[in-house]
């Protein structure tokens, strides 16, 4: 019986090995681990796959912290946890109207002295004072900054403030509901 020719494509002994170029690597080492370049491109990537895993952790850090402060549905912030009621929205509305509706049902549902009059757009430092204390109450309850202290400081100081003020700013027909303008 004759056997059949060698097949040259699977030789029994494995080639030399070679670099990018077709050269033969050292062949006392076919791992290249001798040639002091290959070392150092070793050390190299070990060191970059070191920095890439403290990077990848430092996000997931981030990213843990996001996931507390922003809602994932809309990347708006998440009222902070002294927020006890849902704060009024501030995306795709007039600010200040919204604000003002919102804190009247929420500070002064029962007594329309304390309320914000429907026309406070028409009394200029009225509606300037307005401004600062939405501003400061996003600050202090729905913002990514909010703490505490700013909350307390809010009802302790700037909403007692401002609804002593809320009288000399206004004629009080508009507390009433009947605007009484008082520009000359």
Request: with cysteine; glycine share 6%; charged share 25%.
């Amino acid at each position: 019986m004759t056997q059949p020719p060698p097949d040259d494509d699977f030789p029994d002994e494995p080639a030399e090995p070679v670099d990018f170029f077709g050269r033969p690597t050292n062949p006392g080492d076919p791992s290249g681990q001798d040639d002091p370049g290959v070392a150092e491109l070793r050390r190299e990537v070990a060191e970059l796959r070191d920095l890439v895993g403290e990077q990848a952790r430092a996000l997931e850090a981030v990213d843990s912290v996001l996931g507390k402060l922003l809602d994932p549905r809309d990347g708006t912030p998440r009222p902070a946890p002294w927020c006890w009621h849902q704060p009024p929205p501030t995306h795709s509305v007039d600010i200040l109207p919204t604000w003002v509706a919102w804190f009247n049902t929420r500070y002064a549902p029962p007594d329309h002295t304390r309320r914000i009059p429907y026309c406070w757009e028409q009394h200029g430092g009225l509606a300037a004072e307005i401004a600062t204390l939405a501003h400061s109450w996003q600050r202090a309850f729905n913002d990514t900054k909010a703490n505490t202290d700013a909350a307390q400081m809010w009802h302790d100081r700037w909403l007692p403030g401002f609804q002593q003020r809320l009288r000399t700013w206004i004629p009080a027909d508009c507390l009433d509901g009947t605007h009484k303008d008082t520009r000359h």
